[in-house]
């Protein structure tokens, strides 16, 4: 029970000094600004190429992670970059903003390929490690701190470093693939509900229906009025394919199948397609049907447009059955990405 724990900053005994990050082929290493994004994306997008090759970062994502409120720039970013002024490695370390039954720490960033295999990456993830645990230790919260990590599974060196550093794999999310143009199930919501496409008229009742769907997801926190704003607004965010279940009489947003679109993943992937990005049903409306209804709707949707598949990730341990409903309605796995835990 939490009420059992003691306070995070009795628990975590976090270094007062960051690790050193010294090595002969990082010039400079300073923490992150604004003008860093064209770097840092040319970086990324060969960290991409490396590790997950049909799925690009966005640019808009990048820039998030240099603005959010969330992130102290000065004191939770760092860059390591070489003679010419070519990004080398960077990092990210996040704090959930919101604490609801865990705070939570995300570790970002990586090596770009060229470098790796020096050790280059150990010292960032120590480094990184290190000030989640100051992030945890500056909490009274008497919660348990996760520091958390996702890896793609084909990146074995990037998973083995973050063991090395502590972290255990904690579970694993699956990447599965449907073709648009196999049959779509025709299913109807139960009466008094109806599927219809997203709208800023019903964002916020979405982003609360999600905080509830998800609270009994794995890793899942509650998602801020900030990161919504950043996630819903965002350019490849995708109003017209995304779908919403909504309870007629009140006006609530009773389950949610949200898409958006990266057509620089296309050529790569050899497909055009969208990606369902969160898929949920608020918990006293399980069980109704509204899951696989609104996720056929999405398809239906993107049928319409001309996409030839539909991708998403579920965690393949997912107590809600997410990965059989997904099975049921015609996707197939395809890679997937670990998610490293370090608990406190």
Request: glycine residues 8%; charged residues 25%.
């Amino acid at each position: 029970m939490t009420e059992s724990l003691t306070p995070l900053d009795e628990r975590v005994d976090a270094p007062r000094e960051l690790p050193g990050l010294e090595h002969p082929d990082v010039a400079v290493w300073r923490p992150a600004t604004e003008e860093d994004l064209d770097a840092l994306v040319v970086a990324q997008k060969a960290i991409d190429a490396a590790d997950h090759p049909t799925h690009a970062t966005t640019r808009e994502w990048i820039a998030e992670q240099l603005t959010s409120s969330a992130v102290d720039n000065a004191a939770d970013t760092i860059v390591g970059f070489d003679g010419a002024g070519s990004v080398v490695a960077y990092g990210a370390v996040v704090l959930h903003p919101l604490h609801d039954t865990r705070v939570q720490v995300y570790l970002m960033g990586g090596v770009h390929p060229e470098h790796r295999g020096r050790g280059i990456g150990r010292l960032l993830f120590a480094w990184q490690h290190a000030r989640a645990q100051q992030q945890l230790a500056a909490t009274s919260a008497t919660l348990p701190g996760w520091v958390m990590a996702y890896e793609d599974e084909g990146n074995a060196d990037a998973v083995s470093v973050a063991k090395r550093t502590g972290l255990k794999v904690a579970r694993y999310f699956t990447t599965k693939v449907r073709e648009v143009g196999d049959p779509i199930p025709e299913l109807v919501p139960p009466e008094g509900v109806e599927i219809r496409a997203f709208g800023a008229d019903v964002s916020e009742e979405t982003r609360s229906a999600r905080n509830d769907a998800f609270r009994d997801h794995w890793g899942s926190q509650p998602t801020a009025t900030e990161r919504w704003g950043h996630f819903t607004g965002a350019p490849n965010f995708r109003n017209e394919l995304s779908r919403v279940a909504v309870e007629v009489v009140t006006g609530r947003v009773v389950a949610f199948c949200l898409v958006t679109v990266n057509e620089a993943d296309w050529a790569a992937q050899g497909f055009t397609s969208g990606y369902i990005e969160l898929v949920g049903v608020v918990r006293d409306f399980r069980r109704q049907g509204l899951a696989p209804a609104t996720i056929a709707a999405t398809l239906a949707a993107l049928r319409t447009v001309g996409y030839e598949r539909a991708i998403l990730d579920v965690d393949s341990e997912s107590p809600t059955g997410a990965d059989t409903l997904y099975t049921n309605l015609g996707f197939r796995p395809d890679t997937r990405e670990v998610a490293l835990v370090a608990a406190y």
